[in-house]
């Protein structure tokens, strides 16, 4: 590019001029136009322009065009900052925001969506997530109860160990989790709370004063002051009536009143043809067979069994024969009507003895 002097009209061209027209522009001062519109010029040097330039554009030697600067000024200048768009030509370095290259750092940040591994993401609110969360990724403890199968979390009873370990047992103040239903939430009880606040509210008490018996009231227990047992001396007893279709005793059964019969009545018999024979405790009617040898009776000692009422009678399978072997009837204790014993010679002759607690009386006799 050249520089014209105003002297010369526009249209005059540089190009042509002689040597006494150039020497006149170097002594003319004032510059008030740039012409040569028509040729390239190189101007070597450096160049201050004391006013405004314009041109419809400006480009570099490799004929680059150059533009207009976007920014014309960066505050808050400093390393590794991330820069902030102002809306003008200005632009801030973020004072809470910084990229080394690697990591991009800060104080908050908020997004939408994420995309990527979240793998070292720390402290983030639990109550914040949405979602799956992979269950692998929790850290479990070793023996709990929580485990994950299928890449699921579940409750795991097998991995846990028994309550009852080295003598520990269960105790009342072990919790238990328990479903609160009514508020929707996991609430915790010890096991002391969980009996006797809900258990003991739902199982049937006894009812009555000590010792009564129990019996079923509807869905609850019943009890009567009329039917108590007695666990010290270990007695029953009853203060009314006893309906049964069958009762059996295996070993004793004491009557303190009287016995009304209303029906047949059964006692045990027994026939016995040995030489000797004790009375055994279940014995009530013995028949002695004395067609082979003579039989003797040994009756049990009447001081253990007073009251007692048995009967004895001479038998034989010839019942044409009056006389046959002896039957002789002593006791191990106590005399039997003031004798030591009685000897029955004839056949089918009969006695009933019974026990006053120190011997034994005759009460019925047939026979001699």
């Known amino acids: 590019m050249a520089y014209n002097i105003a002297q010369f009209p526009l249209e005059t061209p540089l190009v042509g001029l ?18 040569d519109n028509f040729s390239d010029e190189k101007i070597g040097g450096q160049k201050i322009f004391t006013q405004t330039v314009i041109a419809e554009g400006y480009k570099l030697h490799d004929g680059t065009l150059l533009k207009p600067v976007a920014v014309e000024t960066i505050k808050n200048n400093r ?14 370095a973020a004072a809470n925001l910084a990229w080394d290259g690697h990591t991009l750092t800060g104080e908050n940040l908020k997004f939408n969506n994420i995309y990527g591994s979240g ?9 914040n997530l949405r979602g799956l969360v992979p269950a692998k990724s929790l850290d479990l403890r070793k023996n709990g109860a929580l485990a994950v199968e299928d ?3 579940t409750l795991s009873f097998h991995t846990v160990g028994s309550i009852k370990m080295n003598g520990q047992t269960l105790a009342d103040g072990d919790s238990i989790l328990v479903y609160d239903n009514s508020h929707n939430l996991i609430r915790k009880s010890t096991l002391q709370a969980f009996y006797k606040d809900y258990i003991n509210s739902k199982i049937h008490h006894p009812s009555g004063e000590q010792h009564t018996l129990q019996f079923r009231k509807g869905s609850s227990f019943g009890s009567a002051p009329t039917l108590t047992f007695d666990s010290g ?5 009853v203060h009314g009536q006893v309906s049964t279709l069958t009762l059996k005793a295996s070993e004793q059964v004491q009557l303190d009143g009287p016995v009304l019969h209303s029906s047949a009545q059964h006692q045990n018999i027994t026939t016995v043809s040995q030489k000797d024979y004790k009375v055994g405790p279940d014995d009530y009617t013995i028949l002695a067979d004395t067609s082979a040898n003579n039989v003797c009776v040994v009756l049990p000692d009447a001081s253990t069994n007073r009251g007692r009422l048995l009967n004895i009678k001479a038998v034989h399978t010839e019942k044409y024969t009056l006389k046959g072997n ?8 106590g005399s039997i009507d003031l004798f030591e ?9 009969s006695r009933c003895l019974q026990s006053d607690g120190e011997n034994w009386w005759i009460i019925n006799s047939r026979g001699s």
């Open 18 to 35: 002689g040597e006494e027209e150039r020497e006149q522009l170097k002594k003319i001062d004032k510059v008030d136009h740039a012409i």
């Open 79 to 92: 390393a590794s900052g991330v820069l902030i768009a102002n809306g003008d030509k200005t632009i801030t």
């Open 119 to 127: 793998e070292n993401l720390i402290d983030l609110p639990a109550e």
């Open 151 to 153: 890449d699921q979390l």
């Open 233 to 237: 001396q270990n007695l029953l007893n």
């Open 326 to 333: 002896v039957l002789t009837i002593k006791s191990a204790g």
């Open 341 to 349: 014993d009685i000897k029955l010679k004839m056949n089918t002759s």
